[in-house]
């Protein structure tokens, strides 16, 4: 087992990863900006870095500075989070060559299924199934207008490297697809670096569920069920649960093969997801592979009773998975995502924390980095929460989601703390009849209650 592991990260998953390492007795090296000196990760570690300015492009996002500060602590290990560095191939492999170990999957693998149109030409080898969509890059305007058209409208434009919601377009007519490819492509360029696109057919109101898998250095791999992750704005996750109320078990043994089968087919090592789309039809479609833990983790944690983040450390030192395949969820668990964001602009809203009150009490698991007086940075990720409940079935987990949402005071900055409990009260939510749609048709429920109240 390694004895001291580099925290690649900040904010809530570092305290997260630290918490992990001192289970396992093993000593901890944060990093940190000049702007996160007062974080609680750099307190809990036992050993802290800084390495650069506020700017993220300076600092945890520096290769250089960040296996600068692995050697002269000595850390055998580095562990990178979610974002930042963590699907950075390079940089796992920079670390391989300076013989510090990397807490993840091969560099080869995060590369290959980091460029979505090598990851969606995988699956089809794998034979999982995929939406209708170009196998390779989009080469000319000339092939994405003959493409779209053999498709159907709508369909979705895609930045290869894209992520975090970004670098999508959904084109509803020929009129516009020629225009929005190269807009779209210019604006991948400059985000990403890389301009390349992929199209595939746009399903109108899909589920987003995902499967977590985790394999090991010794041919063992296996998933541990899904995460229903359909409640999204404007492409990214607000609230995750699972079970999924719109599996079965026939469709969640299927689902979970095709996840298996695709991570088997690159080799896959330590913990990743598999994003797919569900159709209203039950057809479901392999959309991305993320190679790395996730931000929405403790659902699955708390649902299958698992610790992911310490096998992933076993993982990586070498240790066969633990885990038996076949794992049944414990109840029902919701999480929810509670941002220093606006209500009305969806603006961040930094600041300081005037007032936390946490809740606690049965079912109730919080991951946060944020406590009084604490000053929310404008530099970073606006999530500064996770609260995480789980019940013996949905009834009880919204329940509880609603009477700990209660507790959860924060003052001093704007959260989403309010519109969750909206959400939760919310009948469509209630009976679990939604998509990824589903903030927009709120939105509107939302406004014409405002109007009749
Ligand atoms: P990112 O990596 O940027 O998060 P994803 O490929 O995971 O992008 O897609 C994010 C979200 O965009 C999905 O959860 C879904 O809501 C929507 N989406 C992506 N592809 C499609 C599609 N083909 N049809 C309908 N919705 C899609």
């Given at each position: 087992m390694f004895k001291k592991v580099l925290i690649a990260n900040r904010g809530e998953i570092a305290l997260r990863i630290i918490q992990a390492c001192r289970e396992l007795d093993i000593r901890t090296v944060a990093v940190h900006s000049t702007a996160d000196r007062d974080s609680l990760h750099v307190s809990y570690a036992d050993e802290g870095i800084c390495i650069g300015p506020p700017s993220s492009l300076e600092s945890y996002l520096k290769i250089g500075r960040v296996i600068a500060a692995a050697e002269i602590s000595g850390a055998d290990a580095v562990h990178p989070g979610y974002?930042?560095?963590?699907?950075?191939a390079h940089f796992a492999e920079v670390l391989e060559e300076c013989g510090i170990g990397w807490i993840g999957p091969r560099p080869e693998t995060i590369r290959s299924m980091g460029d979505k149109a090598n990851a969606r030409r995988v699956a089809i080898e794998a034979g999982v199934p995929v939406l209708p969509?170009?196998?390779?890059?989009?080469?000319s305007v000339h092939e994405v207008v003959g493409l779209a058209a053999e498709i159907g409208y709508p369909v979705i434009l895609k930045a290869?490297?894209?992520?975090?919601?970004?670098?999508m377009r959904i084109v509803e007519?020929?009129?516009e697809i020629a225009s929005q490819f190269s807009t779209a492509s210019e604006e991948a360029e400059r985000a990403f670096g890389d301009g390349s696109m992929y199209l595939e057919k746009y399903l109108r109101s899909p589920r987003h569920v995902e499967f977590q898998i985790f394999g090991d250095h010794h041919g063992n791999v296996i998933h541990l069920g899904e995460r229903e992750?359909?409640?999204?704005?404007r492409h990214q996750k607000l609230l995750e649960e699972s079970p999924?109320?719109?599996?079965?078990e026939e469709l969640r043994n299927r689902m979970g093969d095709a996840a298996v089968a695709l991570a088997k087919a690159v080799d896959y090592r330590n913990a990743g997801t598999i994003e797919f789309l569900l159709d209203d039809d039950g057809s479901f479609y392999f959309m991305e592979m993320n190679t790395r833990i996730q931000v929405e983790h403790p659902v699955t944690e708390e649902v299958m009773g698992v610790d992911l983040v310490k096998e992933q450390l076993r993982v990586a030192s070498?240790?066969?998975?633990s885990f038996r395949s076949g794992l049944r969820p414990r109840g029902h668990v919701i999480e929810f995502r509670i941002n220093?964001?606006?209500?009305?602009?969806?603006?961040p809203s930094p600041g300081k924390m005037t007032t936390l009150h946490l809740p606690g009490g049965p079912g109730v698991r919080i991951d946060t980095h944020a406590y009084e007086e604490y000053v929310i940075p404008p530099?970073?990720?606006?999530?500064?929460a996770k609260l995480i409940v789980r019940g013996a079935n949905r009834e009880e987990a919204i329940a509880r989601g609603r009477r700990a949402l209660d507790l959860f005071v924060v003052e001093g900055i704007h959260t989403t703390v309010d519109l969750h409990k909206k959400i939760l009260q919310d009948e469509p939510f209630q009976r679990g009849d939604?998509?990824?749609?589903f903030m927009e048709d709120f939105v509107k429920r939302q406004a014409e209650a405002n109007k009749r109240s």
């Open positions: 974002g930042f560095l963590a699907e950075n969509g170009s196998k390779d890059p989009l080469a290869s490297a894209g992520g975090g919601g970004r670098g007519n020929p009129d992750c359909s409640i999204q704005r999924s109320v719109a599996l079965d070498g240790h066969k998975l220093a964001e606006h209500p009305e602009t969806f603006r530099f970073y990720d606006s999530m500064i939604f998509s990824t749609r």
